[in-house]
Every structure is written in structure tokens, then in C-alpha cells.
Antibody
Framework: QITLRESGPTLVKPTQTLTLTCSFS??????????VGWIRQPPGEALEWLAL???????RYSPSLKSRLTITKDTSKNQVVLTMTNMDPVDTATYFC???????????????WGQGTLVTVSS | SYELTQPPSVSVSPGQTARITCSGD??????AYWYQQKPGQAPVLLIY???ERPSGIPERFSGSSSGTTVTLTISGVQAEDEADYYC???????????FGTGTKVSV
């Protein structure tokens, strides 16, 4: 059974850097094809994909946020870390991490998801 | 940037059929995926690769695709189906993930 759980600060000040950790179990990020992604959702708004890290350290970022995001992994701890710089009140959102499933055709989707963690940006 | 467009809301009576559309230029090239999200909860996968249903998902949920539009159909809607629904796909190159604007289904 795959599970993921997000952790990090609930409140950050504008201009600060946010660091979130996704702790997972039930799979290994050393296995070929495996990946973990981050998705966020501002209150009352839609989901927005942020970043993805593959088993081989390859990364993908949302083009609109690429300059502010860094995603890394610690396979020994079964963790994925997302950092977002220069936080602004508009970045207030619930941040989810999710396991990326894929098939032999290279198609992929997110399943399952962590419960999410609400981050508020305010001075 | 690439966008997937959904209707903001759909209202349906119990037992009726709800259809939620998702439109995007790259959908003829990329599969679509559907998620259900209830208040305060994480999204749950309902449909993958346009039409496939994961184990444990009720048969009343089905997906279809035609050109630049994919559709999630909920047949025999139940009160418990009241939730937000999101489509997800990728850009034409398959590099970036994109979520739809979301549809609130009211029963």
C-alpha cells in the first residue's frame, strides 16, 4: 500500500523560502520509472501542477514557476523535498505530493495523493 | 500556457446522468485523467487513459474522448457523488502536466 504525507510550516512570511517534505512508503524512488510530484490548490481554486522528480534524478517544473522551484529526493529517507523561493500571499494554498503511476506506453497520472498541507503566506 | 477548460458547475438530480466536459487542444494527442475531490480531502483518481477505471471505482463513472474534448459521465448519480471533479492531461509534447479548471457537481 502506497502512502504519502506532506510536512512543513503552516505559515511563512512574504519573501521567505518555503520548504516542504513529502514522506512516502510502499514504493522506492530508486526503482526505474518511479516519480513523485507536487501539486497545489489555493483555497477555493483549482489544482496546479508544480514539479516532478524521477527515480533517475530527472526533474520537471511548471514553466510559470520554474525559476522559484527546486525538487530533490533523499532515497535513504524515502522523502522528496520541494523548495519555493520568494513566497507571496498568492502562494497561499494546500500543497499535495502524489505518487506518479505510469504504464509501458509512457503515460502517467497521479495516484495516490497525500492528504495535503495548508501553507499560509502572511506577514 | 496550455489550459484545460471545464464548466464551473453541473447540477443533477439523484438517479440522473451527469456529464462533465474537459476541452484542450492537445487532447487528441494526450490521454486525459479524472479526479474526484470532496471537501477537505485529497483528489482521488476516477478514470485514467481516457476510459480506464481503477479497481474500486464504481461502474457508474465512465470516460470518453472525442477530438479536443473528453467527458466524464456519472450514471445514476448518488448524493455521495457531490464533489469537485478535475481533468488532467499533458501538453502536446508530454513534458508538463496540466489540470483542468474544475467542475463542482451538485446533487
Amino acid at each position: 500500500q502506497i502512502t504519502l504525507r506532506e510536512s512543513g510550516p503552516t505559515l511563512v512570511k512574504p519573501t521567505q523560502t518555503l520548504t516542504l517534505t513529502c514522506s512516502f512508503s510502499g514504493f522506492s524512488l530508486t526503482t526505474s520509472g518511479v516519480a513523485v510530484g507536487w501539486i497545489r490548490q489555493p483555497p477555493g481554486e483549482a489544482l496546479e501542477w508544480l514539479a516532478l522528480i524521477y527515480w533517475d534524478d530527472d526533474t520537471r517544473y511548471s514553466p510559470s514557476l520554474k525559476s522559484r522551484l527546486t525538487i530533490t529526493k533523499d532515497t535513504s529517507k524515502n522523502q522528496v523535498v520541494l523548495t519555493m523561493t520568494n513566497m507571496d500571499p498568492v502562494d497561499t494554498a494546500t500543497y499535495f505530493c502524489a505518487h506518479r503511476r505510469n504504464d509501458s506506453g509512457g503515460y502517467s497520472w497521479f495516484d495516490p495523493w497525500g492528504q495535503g498541507t495548508l501553507v499560509t503566506v502572511s506577514s | 500556457s496550455y489550459e484545460l477548460t471545464q464548466p464551473p458547475s453541473v447540477s443533477v438530480s439523484p438517479g440522473q446522468t451527469a456529464r462533465i466536459t474537459c476541452s484542450g487542444d492537445a487532447l487528441p494527442k494526450q490521454f486525459a485523467y479524472w479526479y474526484q475531490q470532496k471537501p477537505g480531502q485529497a483528489p482521488v483518481l476516477l478514470i485514467y487513459k481516457d476510459i480506464e477505471r481503477p479497481s474500486g471505482i464504481p461502474e457508474r463513472f465512465s470516460g470518453s474522448s472525442s477530438g479536443t474534448t473528453v467527458t466524464l459521465t456519472i450514471s445514476g448519480v448518488q448524493a455521495e457523488d457531490e464533489a469537485d471533479y478535475y481533468c488532467q492531461s499533458a501538453d502536446s509534447s508530454g513534458t508538463y502536466y496540466v489540470f483542468g479548471t474544475g467542475t463542482k457537481v451538485s446533487v
